[in-house]
């Protein structure tokens, strides 16, 4: 097992800020009408995965640096529920700690409860998410792709692209479980980034999809991969068949008529629209089309979206004009990271989903001004609810997590939680995960 150095680090080293209200953000936000925003923290390094305790301190993964919390003031009302385990991803495994939301302290040695997991690839991404089923407790681990396009993805033996679940020891296993013996949920999703149970069908996972970069697939042209692939929500039914969810082979069209002239073959087709890039002579565009072979997905975002984490909204037994709408009960929140190479840029948002889904979503919060886009703008990754229905998002590249709700924001106060948190020597954290990695 990896050491853990576990250490309570003094104030001065630790720049992140817990903002007054008022704050403004690091580039200007629009948000959608009825709803506000606001800069809770920021100075932040690379703030990524997000989560509340028991006692709704927010808690979240600082790439490289570890996890911190953040405490509401008292009079924020908490409840108390004082015993829990961390789940972190590392590169290869899962660790687990034992913590206390009383004190956001972890305590111990970390355990190693999950090893074998493909440690390198393109996007070393672990997105984990706790399920309880019966008295059983099990943990759902993603995996992404080698390389951008990779052909290994197809065989669910590669451990890539895909989902596996494990059951949870009682205790920590004496030897951790093994990746490559676990349950294969699904596969041929390029990148789980993030994935959600639906709230009322406990056997149904969404799961959102980043298309690959296809600028170097032949006969494809510029013109063209500026607004394709789309990037995907993946529906995918637990306990039948395992389905081939279609990477590396195939991918979803966004605009079938980005290049009328020099992609003219596309223009026939439609949004959603199953395509093949062509690897395999056998894996062609009818093929793809089969979903048979190939299970499309159930909702097409926008190219280069790039979405990172989906929520589903519960809402509390009593909402007030801080939680969001109780008519949005039921309905999925998506966090868009934004283009890296679009013109003009795209996504910076995060996106309401109303379910059942429909073929429409619409901006929450957006980057006001695109053109400037990534440049100081909120680029959202992580996404949790708290108990009394508000929505925190973190955004890396700025160093800020906002709080996101309607009809009025909250002005309660947090305290920084200098006291601690989960933070590893460096050179041990370097290959934390960077997508949402941790559950509670
Ligand atoms: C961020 O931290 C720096 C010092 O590390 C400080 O000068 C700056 O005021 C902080 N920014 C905010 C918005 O708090
Ligand atoms: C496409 O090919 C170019 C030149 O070989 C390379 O620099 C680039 O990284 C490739 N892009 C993708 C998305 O694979
Ligand atoms: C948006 O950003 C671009 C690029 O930084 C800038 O040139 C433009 O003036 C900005 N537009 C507005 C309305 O601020």
Redesign the pocket.
Known sequence: MRAALLALLPLSVY?G?V?PPG?PFKAPVTVATGFTARVLF??LTTPRGITLDANQNVLVVERGLGVTAFSPAPRWGIQVDDEGHLYVSTAGQVLVYSYDAGSKTVSGEACVVISGIPPDGDLTTHTLQLQKEGNALKLLVATGPQTNIDPTARNPSSGRSQIRRFVLPAGCPATPLDWATAEILVYGIRNPGGFAFHPTLSNTLYVVENGASIDNVTDLTAAFVNDNPADEINRVHLGGHLKFFGFPDCTTLWNPTADPTGDPQYTTLQRGDQISLKLLPERDDAWCSDPKNNVPPALTLQAHSVPLDIKFYHPPKKTTDKSFPRSLHGDAVVSFHGSFNRSPPTGYGVVHVPFPLSDTYDFLIQATNLTSCPGKCIRPVGLAFSNDGRLFVSSDSSGEVCLNCCPKFATDTFVNSYQLSLRRNRRDIERIDNRVPVSL
């Open positions: 720049a800020t903002q704050i920021s100075n």
